[in-house]
């Protein structure tokens, strides 16, 4: 019996990669490259992927927050003009609350 990490007493004739079996591969590699590189691929997208990927560029397009109406949302609380109903905000907040448990 021969170890099989030392290849003393292992006979030629049963071995896996001969020079010829080697130069033989690298030929097939090479045309396998070889014709892979001469065909063209092509992707198509879907519609409701291009619709997807429109969207995605709209949101981000569009600024994540809205300045002016900010500002003017504080210019009115400032003069006291913007009415702020603490029932209707508990509310709220408990709706948001009971949404995320579901």
């Known amino acids: 019996m021969t170890n099989p990490i030392n290849p003393i007493g292992r006979s030629t004739a049963g071995s896996v990669n001969?020079?010829?079996?080697?130069?033989?591969?690298?030929?097939?590699?090479?045309s396998t490259a070889s014709s892979a590189t001469s065909s063209e691929d092509t992707v198509s997208l879907s519609q409701?992927?291009?619709?997807?990927?429109?969207?995605?560029?709209q949101l981000k397009d569009s600024p994540v927050i809205d300045q002016s109406k900010v500002d003017s949302i504080k210019q009115e609380i400032a003069n006291g003009n913007y009415p702020l109903d603490a029932n209707k905000i508990a509310e709220n907040l408990i709706s948001l609350e009971q949404s995320l448990l579901e």
């Open 18 to 30: 001969t020079s010829t079996d080697r130069t033989q591969a690298k030929d097939t590699v090479s």
């Open 48 to 57: 409701e992927s291009q619709q997807v990927a429109g969207l995605q560029q």
